[in-house]
């Protein structure tokens, strides 16, 4: 960090040394002169806003306006310091990026107000202390204190904490104070705007706030002309902004954003994007606990910097878990705040889109078994009908992966369909139908309690899925049968590089599901959402299942926070070789470990080798196949130590290659063997190559993972191969389903009683007791099903 901040400080003495410089040398060769240390931010032409969130990233001028709410202590007497210095390190950071940053500031009347109040109970003891023993004093309470004259003791204390802050950040600071007069009279506004533009050019934060000192009294709203008048801040930062061709306008307040009726009120509802048509459907609540604007104004003043080509977010400035990056993640494009729109989507957020799916996905859920099971053939029907349209799109999606030229060829392999493929998928989808006939509603579990009092646990969906792929099109059908078997409604996020195939299976997904009525129970998500975004539903979205590389499952991890996620981050997977293998068997499951799909989360990376057939025909055996088979080898440090001549070291041994590549190591027994795997491996799928039954029982009992073989290879971890007919993913975790995640992995239970009459006061423990006693002796347990992963 303190090398970053050192980084940070010659970079901005380099643009200041380039400012002064420049009218010695070319401009060209003074942009050059820095290009290779920074690429900051293109501007743009001026006159239209950006029209997705993701654009932000390209903001160059952004006016960042603090609210009273803000930079205020909750007492409204003196500055929330905190805040304030968590956002000025935000506003240096993007300062330093070669942004041009500038702040509307409340807070003057604040800081003023915690001065006069010091400066007056101070005055007030010393009198006391002088004229001690007259009553007259003793009683004094601090007078109203005029807000104008606070504006007027607080500015010049207000400007020097923000220059003590900034300059932390090597980051040089100018104070702006405005009154309505400055924006309409033409030479005031042209001098500002020449001053702003002469402190941005030397590389200085502007921060501007409205003289409070002498500033009439707030007028009711007023638009003259197109001309918003200065009469708070948010109007003052929206009238800056479109001044200054600004092309992001960020409103910090106490609200996350805009909102269809009042925080707070049950039916509320957060307002993702905001189009200025939309206005009518909103019903405003209070002001803030200080400010004179309020949520209308805010809406007005955005509105209008909208109408000027200024993009605006609103956003909530004091929630103390994201107000250290609240400004930063809006100009990343991440989903935080409302955010001002001229260009309203032809179809449905996705937040619509997660709603129509959870509806519908309960109609789905009461359905029959066999109607569910007639959608999922219907489906596995269209895949073969359709074939050649589906297997057009796939090669519209090849084709444009060969043009751009950056896929890795095992990500084409799995992006490329096939009539083969299709055939797969469909008999695999067959078999889910079959499966769908016992899945929601089965009975786990009854007993009766009492007389005419029956306790059921049964099988329900979990809710609303969301699966996010990468470049596997294959994915999309076997998932949504699944989620159409189970009865859970689906959320569909795939990777770009397949979007024409997404697009069509989608198509006969939905054509599938509308034979029972439920065609938007399955929903793609086709907009520009940013997986993070997408991890930040934790109220409409149940369960996240990524499928894709370990890099994408990590992601998700940690930005699904509110959500849980079914998945594994590595598939480090061992085979181990006991001296009692048979060498048919060793080299038949290593190649095919290994060797099959390499990429694939269940292939082999590390081989464990008994130290008892090093420097025999079996390890030489092993060597050759791998050496045909062009597998790089990296050796563990024991491996190492007993060559002469060794392959490379291994970096770590808790790689997944993912490649044909793999770690080999030595281990002095079955029980190291197990000890060396739950250190290093990722508890997915392991195994061991043994002739001896003893040894085989004992590493398959006392290995903890979510698949443990015994001379079989490490790529039958697979749903279509477990016979599930097809899976969601694998799971390593040790809650609810791991291994190989099928229908079953999709539904969680419910309990139903069912009684006549009964209350819970007779069913004390005493009471209980007696009541069984008297009316069944016996606890009488129907139906009990334990489920478990083989």
């Known amino acids: 960090g303190y090398r970053w901040m050192q980084w940070r400080t010659l970079l901005t003495h380099l643009r200041n040394v380039c400012s002064v410089i420049k009218c010695f040398i070319c401009h060209q060769q003074c942009k050059n002169s820095i290009l290779f240390l920074y690429t900051a931010p293109q501007g743009r032409a001026h006159g239209s806003s950006f029209a997705h969130r993701s654009e932000l990233r390209q903001a160059k001028r952004i006016v960042v306006k603090l609210g009273s709410a803000v930079v205020t202590r909750g007492d409204e007497c003196g500055l929330a310091l905190g805040r304030l210095a968590s956002i000025v390190e935000q506003v240096a950071m993007l300062q330093n990026q070669g942004r041009e940053m500038m702040i509307v500031t409340s807070g003057a009347v604040a800081f003023g107000k915690q001065r006069l109040r010091h400066e007056i109970l101070l005055s007030q003891s010393v009198r006391q202390a002088l004229h001690s023993g007259h009553n007259q004093l003793k009683d004094m309470s601090l007078p109203v204190l005029e807000a104008r004259a606070c504006a007027a003791a607080g500015q010049s204390g207000l400007m020097a904490l923000y220059e003590a802050m900034f300059t932390q950040y090597s980051t040089c600071t100018a104070q702006v104070l405005v009154t309505n007069l400055d924006f309409h009279d033409d030479e005031k506004r042209q ?92 019903t405003y609540g209070t002001k803030s606990r200080v400010g004179i604007g309020g949520m209308e104004a805010k809406v007005k003043a955005a509105l209008w910097a909208l109408q000027g080509g200024t993009s605006v977010v609103i956003a909530n400035g004091t929630h103390p878990k994201v107000t250290g990056h609240v400004i930063t993640d809006i100009v990343e494009g991440k989903k935080v705040g409302t955010f001002f729109s001229e260009i309203k989507p032809a ?114 969906p979990i809710g609303v899925l969301l699966v996010i792929f990468e470049a596997r099109p294959d994915c999309l059908p076997q998932v949504s049968a699944l989620a159409i078997a189970s009865g859970n409604a689906l959320l569909l996020k795939g990777g770009k590089e397949a979007a024409n195939t997404n697009r069509v299976l989608h198509q006969l997904t939905q054509e599938a599901l509308s034979m029972h009525g439920v065609k938007e129970a399955v929903q793609l998500v086709s907009t520009r959402e940013e ?224 009684g006549d009459g009964h209350i819970a006061a007779d069913f004390s423990e005493q009471g209980t007791m007696k009541y069984l006693h008297e009316n069944l002796p016996v606890t009488q347990t129907l139906t009990s099903i334990t489920l478990a992963w083989p």
């Open 347 to 460: 179809g449905p957020t996705v937040e619509q889109q997660t709603e129509m799916a959870r509806n519908t996905g309960r109609t789905l859920a009461s359905l029959h078994p066999d109607q569910r099971s007639e959608i999922i053939c219907h489906l596995a029907e269209l895949l073969t009908e359709r074939k050649e349209e589906i297997l057009a799109a796939s090669k519209m999606d090849m084709d444009q992966a060969a043009n751009a030229g950056h896929l890795p060829p095992a990500m084409l392999k799995r992006l490329s369909l096939s009539p083969a493929k299709l055939n797969s998928l469909a008999i695999g989808l067959r078999q889910i139908a079959v499966a769908a006939q016992d899945s929601v509603g089965r009975v786990l579990q009854r007993t009766r309690l009492a007389h005419n009092l029956e306790l059921e646990q049964i099988t329900v």
């Open 191 to 282: 001098n500002l705007n020449s001053t702003l533009q002469e402190l941005l050019r030397m590389n200085i934060v502007p921060i501007i706030n409205t003289n409070d000192a002498v500033v009439p009294p707030p007028e009711p709203n007023s638009d003259l002309q197109g001309v918003i008048s200065i009469k708070d801040n948010d109007s003052l930062a929206a009238r800056l902004a479109v001044e200054m061709k600004a092309d992001l306008l960020i409103a910090l307040s106490d609200v996350e954003g805009l909102y269809d009726s009042p925080p707070g009120t049950d039916d509320a509802k957060f307002i993702d994007i905001f189009y200025p048509g939309d206005q009518q459907s909103i």
């Open 531 to 754: 997986v993070e975004d997408l991890c930040r539903l934790d109220k409409m979205i149940d369960l996240i299942i990524p499928r894709g590389s370990s890099q994408l499952v990590r992601d998700i991890q940690r930005a699904a926070k509110g959500i849980p996620v079914l998945g594994h981050s590595e598939g480090i997977c061992h085979v181990y070789v006991d001296t009692e293998a048979s060498v048919d068997k060793v080299i038949k499951i290593v190649r095919d470990s290994k060797c099959d799909y390499p990429a694939a989360c269940n292939a082999m990376e590390t081989l464990l080798i008994h130290r008892d057939i090093l420097r025999t025909p079996l390890f030489d055996q092993i060597i050759d196949m791998l050496r045909t088979e062009k597998v790089k080898i990296h050796a563990g440090p024991r491996f190492a130590s007993y060559l002469t001549f060794s392959p490379s070291e291994a970096k770590s041994l808790r790689t997944e290659y993912g490649d044909l590549e793999c770690c080999m190591e030595v281990v002095d027994s079955m029980e190291e063997a197990v000890e060396h795997i739950h250190k290093y491996g990722s508890s997915h799928t392991d195994v061991i190559v043994t002739e001896n039954e003893d040894t085989a029982e004992q590493f398959l009992q006392q290995l903890d993972s979510a698949c443990v073989f015994w001379n079989a290879s490490s790529r039958f971890a697979d749903g279509y191969r477990f016979g599930l007919g097809a899976e969601v993913g694998i799971s390593t975790a040790r809650i609810h389903a791991r291994g190989p995640v099928g229908l079953e992995g999709l539904l969680t239970t419910k309990w139903v009683l069912r």
